[in-house]
């Protein structure tokens, strides 16, 4: 063997030393950038801060995921925009809405985003309020400081009752009667015009706005009836009455428009109205159950129809649209009274006399405990 040969296997051993020692390089530079990359990845997913700082952010419409990322991290909702976006990508996370949203800067990215991608997280920007058919003005002002806490009862009641007001609504609307809505024996003189319904306000809405919702939806409703209600021998101010009388004696559709007929039949006859649901609200805060309002037909108020004849001077609630449309649309009958089996199912029994009224009065109001 050659000198030669034997001088190049040392040769060939250095340089595969020399490539392990580059590969081993190359894999602890590659080991080391992934570590880095893990490190500063894993790192900027964390919280960016404390979950009792709250903040709310805007998505606008028309507003990429991007730039919502981008934003979510100028705001210091997330640590980086970038890692953001990678993990988006890597777990297919798009989905965003256009809304107001209230985060915690305790949150992770991922938590972060997910809150984003449900819809039903997004703050409401109105107040969902429902008022039932039937309830009084006081009452109606009770539910409003419910969702509106930044307002008292009284609020709403006292411009409710402001007869400068009154005529400064009358100009807007013009149903709204002001000779009569300014008599000074009306207990709430937007009583019967705050019209139930679902509404949907707007946080920050004042009493002025909130009370012309109210007007808006009532509008509506008579511009419906319009034609009937100019056509009828009794004011809008009467209707609306009595339409709160049959409310109040039952909240059922199906009866409502033979009590009307009914009323209309003592009426007609020169008779008085006598329904204990007026001493009702003559009792205002006194009353307590409907045996109070039995029991003290003898008070002397304006809406009081066991004492004074006719209409009473102005609604004692504020009826829906049933009520309205069966006073407007009566049933045409013989009767004079009615009772309701208020210890059995409440249904209605109509008499036509009153000695078969008080047989009714007996057996479904005495007899039945």
């Known amino acids: 063997m ?15 030393k020399v490539w392990l020692v580059i590969v081993l390089v190359l894999l602890l530079i590659v ?16 919280p960016a801060g404390n979950a009792e700082d709250k903040q709310t952010i805007v998505i606008e419409d028309g507003e990429s995921y991007d730039q919502m ?7 210091g909702f997330i640590k980086s925009a970038n890692a953001a976006k990678i993990y988006a990508k890597l777990s297919g996370s798009h989905t965003h ?4 949203f209230t985060l915690n800067k305790g949150m992770s990215t991922p938590e972060v985003l997910q809150f984003l991608a449900d819809q039903n997280n997004m703050d409401k920007t109105y107040a969902v309020v429902t008022i039932p058919e039937g309830y009084w003005a006081k009452q109606i002002a009770k539910t409003l400081c ?28 013009p149903f709204l009667n002001t000779e009569i809505l300014n008599n000074s024996d009306l207990f709430v003189k937007l009583e019967g015009y705050l019209f139930p319904e679902t509404y949907y306000i707007d946080f920050g809405s004042t009493p002025d706005q909130i009370t012309r919702i109210f007007l808006n939806q ?13 056509a009828s021998p009794y004011t809008l101010e009467e209707i609306l009455t009595l339409a709160s009388i049959v409310q109040f004696e039952s909240g059922k559709a199906d009866e409502m428009p033979m009590i009307a007929g009914i009323f209309y039949n003592r009426l007609n006859q020169g008779m008085p109205l006598q329904s204990s649901v007026t001493v009702c609200y003559a009792l205002q ?21 066991y004492i004074y004849a006719g209409i009473p001077i102005g609604p004692i609630l504020n009826p829906g649209e ?18 309701s089996d208020i210890h059995g199912d409440g249904s209605i029994h109509y008499a036509k006399t009153y000695e078969e009224h008080l047989a009714n009065v007996e057996k479904f109001n005495l007899n039945i405990e």
Not at 97 to 100: I, M, Q, V
Request: glycine letters at 4%; charged letters at 30%.
């Open 146 to 173: 419910e969702s509106f806490p930044e307002y008292k009862p009284e609020d709403f009641m006292n411009l409710w009752n402001d007869p400068a007001y009154i005529d400064t609504l009358a100009v807007d609307y």
């Open 31 to 46: 080991l080391a950038a992934v570590g880095g990359f893990y490190f500063w990845y894993s790192g900027s997913l964390k």
């Open 97 to 100: 809405f256009a809304g107001n």
């Open 285 to 305: 805060d006194q009353f307590d159950s409907a045996q109070a309002c039995e029991t003290n037909t003898d008070i002397d108020s304006p809406y009081n129809t």
């Open 2 to 16: 050659s000198n030669s040969s034997r001088r190049s296997k040392p040769k060939k051993k250095r340089r595969v």
């Open 69 to 75: 990322l981008d934003e979510l991290e100028q705001e």
């Open 322 to 339: 049933e009520a309205i449309k069966a006073v407007l649309e009566p049933v045409s009958s013989d009767y004079l009274f009615f009772v």
């Open 218 to 230: 009532f509008a509506t409703v008579y511009d419906k009836y319009k034609a009937q209600i100019e």
